[in-house]
């Protein structure tokens, strides 16, 4: 037990591999295997990040180098600095993939029957384990060049998935600009590293946040970093690939992809707090973090509003409540270098910024696997077609209910938790900030009663007669975030005090990231 | 960076080659020179990674009856044939993608073969 | 195609073919590699698709076992990563001061060894082939997808 703890963190990015490329074989020989197979190796991944989430909590950091003759050997004997690939998993890092680890397993269980139809599944499942092994990856290594190459494994598969089904027409369209997007960040994040490695000679992030000094091609490679992870997250103003692509991609793939974007935006805290940390101008940052997040809130609700397409409506809704993280942590990051400031109201709104990723993570991935299960019945996801499946519909209706009021803030649900600190903290730097926040959390509310009403309420429409419940693995599926919803709204203190505290100090406390590779 | 050039010449290469790659992203309807435009910003940063390596008067780092000089740096040379792999990778999807929008919308015009607005 | 591309291509094929598994096998002393040496495989048979078209080339070259290569390329891949474990360390060389492939070449130039690397010429013999496949199946399916029997279809 005690190694599996010390080897986890690459056993968590190797197992899923290595079952990725086994289900291509393992499918021409009995479909049932693979599809057991495909589920027991989500859950064991799930075990084993569990186990480390308790390790770290009890003991710190946790270090792990790849290919060195014990696994916390980061600086060999004779060198200076570390040479080899490090994974460093902290409380913000075992954080993002608690959550992901529980999603992907919904959202696999889930497509067990919603692509019973589609041909190729073999490929299906291999590229899904694949953008699982991406995104963990990207969460877990320590290394700036690892981050990359991760990244781009994710968005491939990612796109690829998004463009499953292609028999549409739209489907393959969402797919090529979601790759495009990729390809275009990747590279200007490739770009930011080939600066940092040509001025400090350093591609491990501890190490260079040890050294580096505020220069002007370091400000260059904040810009492009910046950019280029705001591309990826879909936040306004470079939004416009986002509802293409989450409309279109099968429905368990966009609760997934949701979360692959919550790790590139995890990346970009992890570069602005651990990476650079005081060194740089963190009013200036901060604020057009905090600008850029009051943009996503307003311009993402007032587009869902006028919306008939029902998973349109919620990718909006998604780019809205993204607006609300990068607001909590902007705070954060703008008074990073006044401690009077950081603990009065600071780590306050980080972490209700990082409540609000970890509620987001529970109800949106539900909201998409709704929508799903009324095109896998109906076949349309027009909102004006629809109407009056709350009859025949009725645990798929519970769902949408308990995810709306959810996501639209309203006690005693678990959204209302994390915005409430939010608000309360991000007053205290600037009253309109919280005041165009309520107001986003309003017109949400309005939103999504007009979407229950037309899809759930009214006469049954002759057209939807025979529509019954989904089957049973989609209701599993929808059941799991359902369950973190109702943990979350019962004890909120306690989610706060065991796991969201721990991972806001991590992201501040940029010392102790330094000094687990850098040695004592 | 010979003796007689008074600029980094591979440097304004790599921003000429990056200027004219975010032009074409930026600028062309069709989605054939769409993922050309991609493939010139692939070059245009791979270049950037080797000429980063450059040491005056180096030799290629390989020690095989290698004469004693100074070496250029090596590790900007694996990053870039990892960076090579990915961008073939992506642009293999990225055409066959664009194979299947032509099936089912006739055209390869950005603008035409649009379905899905607001 | 003529008759003269088809006997050149029927004569070259075996050169490239060497030469692909040349840079493969000493890629951890020379240039080359994995990646190096199964992209140059790879245009071995990008060169019979041209010479002969991609139907007569599908005759011998099968797409659906590409992707069985591929995949038992990966788990001998992981495999050989997974097997430094047990002593160390994910990756770690174990091969390194043992029989096969071990010999441990002196600092500093030296005239190159062949028998050196431990781990490493396994691995690029495992990611050349994967290469192989992976590139292989890109060109023949696309070659088929668009010749011209399809398109009068």
């Known amino acids: ?520 | ?118 | 195609m003529s008759k003269i591309v088809h006997n050149m291509a029927s004569f070259l094929i075996l050169p490239i073919l060497i030469y692909g598994l040349y840079l493969i096998m000493h890629g951890h002393s020379t240039p080359g590699g994995g990646f190096q040496g199964g992209a140059v495989l790879a245009s071995g048979v990008a060169l019979l698709i041209v010479a002969f078209g991609s139907h007569s080339t599908h005759k011998s070259v099968k797409v659906p076992h590409l992707p069985i290569l591929m995949s038992i390329g990966l788990l001998i891949f992981i495999g050989l990563a997974l097997g430094g474990m047990f002593q160390s360390t994910f990756f770690h060389n174990f091969l390194v001061g043992s029989s096969v492939f071990g010999h441990i070449p002196p600092p500093g130039p030296n005239p190159g060894e062949m028998s050196g690397g431990g781990v490493i010429p396994f691995i690029s013999l495992v990611i050349g082939l994967k290469v192989l496949a992976g590139l292989s199946a890109i060109l023949l399916v696309m070659a088929l997808a668009s010749s011209r029997k399809e398109i009068e279809e």
């Open chain 2, 1 to 118: 960076m010979t003796q007689g050039a008074p600029f980094n010449v591979p440097f304004l290469a790599v921003a000429a080659l990056i200027g004219i790659a975010f032009y074409i992203i930026l600028s062309q309807r069709n989605l054939i020179k769409l993922v050309m435009g991609l493939g010139i910003l692939a070059s245009g940063v791979n270049l950037f990674l080797v000429t980063l390596g450059y040491r005056e008067g180096g030799v290629a780092p390989i020690y095989t009856h290698a004469p004693i000089e100074r070496m250029v740096l090596p590790v900007p040379q694996a990053l870039t044939l990892t960076s090579i792999v990915i961008a073939v990778a992506t642009l293999a999807l990225m055409l066959s993608m664009v194979v299947h929008i032509y099936r089912h919308t006739g055209s390869i015009d950005s603008e035409e073969s649009r379905t899905m607005k607001g």
């Open chain 1, 1 to 520: 037990m005690d190694k599996l703890i010390t080897h986890s963190p690459i056993l968590i990015i190797a197992i899923p591999l290595l079952v990725a490329f086994l289900t291509p074989l393992i499918s021409r020989a009995n479909e049932k295997a693979r599809d057991v197979l495909v589920i027991t190796t989500l859950a064991f991944v799930e075990f084993l990040v569990i186990v480390l989430a308790r390790d770290i909590y009890a003991n710190g950091i946790h270090i792990y180098t790849l290919g060195a003759s014990s696994p916390t050997l980061t600086i060999p004997e004779q060198y200076m600095v570390p040479v080899r690939i490090i994974l460093e998993v902290d409380a913000m890092s075992i954080f993002m993939c608690i959550i992901w680890a529980t999603v992907s397993l919904a959202a696999g269980i889930y497509s067990l029957s919603f692509m019973k139809e589609e041909t190729g599944r073999d490929r299906f499942y291999t590229l899904l384990l694949l953008m699982v092994v991406g995104t963990f990856g990207m969460m877990l290594t320590g290394d700036l060049f690892n981050l990359f190459v991760f990244l781009e494994i994710s968005s491939i598969a990612g796109g690829a998935l998004a463009a499953f089904r292609i028999r549409f027409a739209d489907a393959v369209e969402g797919g090529f600009k979601y790759i495009i997007i990729s390809s275009v960040g990747a590279l200007m994040v490739l770009f930011a590293i080939g600066i940092f490695y040509a001025q400090y000679n350093l591609l491990n992030i501890a190490a260079l946040a040890q050294v580096i000094q505020y220069t002007m091609l370091d400000k260059i490679a904040l810009t492009l970093l910046v950019t280029a992870f705001v591309m990826k997250t879909g936040v306004v103003p470079l939004h416009m690939w986002f509802p293409d692509t989450y409309t279109v991609a099968p429905a368990s793939i966009t609760a997934m992809l949701v979360i692959s974007s919550h790790a590139c935006m995890y990346a970009l805290f992890r570069i602005c707090f651990s990476l650079y940390g005081v060194t740089l101008n963190t009013a200036t940052v901060g604020w057009i973090i905090i600008i850029l997040g009051v943009l996503s809130m307003f311009v993402g609700v007032t587009m869902a509003v006028p919306q008939i397409d029902i998973k349109r409506l919620m990718s909006y809704h998604a780019i809205s409540q993204l607006g609300y993280m990068w607001l909590g942590v902007g705070v954060g990051l703008a008074v990073l270098g006044n401690p009077e400031a950081l603990a009065t109201y600071g780590r306050e709104a980080i972490s209700g910024g990082i409540f609000h990723i970890l509620n987001h993570a529970v109800y949106k991935p539900l909201l998409f696997l709704t929508g799903g299960a009324l095109f896998y019945r109906t076949g349309t996801r027009d909102l004006n077609k629809m109407g009056g499946l709350g009859h025949s519909m009725k645990l798929t209706s519970i769902f949408f209910i308990i995810g709306a009021l959810s996501i639209s803030g309203i006690p005693p649900f678990n959204g209302f938790a994390s915005k409430i600190m939010i608000y309360e903290s991000v007053y205290r730097l600037n009253p309109i900030l919280a005041i165009i926040a309520m107001l986003v959390s309003i017109i949400t509310l309005a939103s999504f009663t007009k979407a229950f009403q037309s899809a759930f309420m009214g006469q049954e429409l002759p057209a939807y007669k025979e529509v019954k419940e989904v089957p049973k693995s989609m209701i599993i599926g929808m059941g799991i975030p359902t369950a973190g919803i109702i943990f979350f709204s019962l004890f909120p203190g306690l989610i706060v005090d065991w796991v969201v505290y721990p991972a806001a100090d991590a992201l501040i406390n940029q010392a102790a990231y330094i000094n687990a590779v850098m040695g004592g």
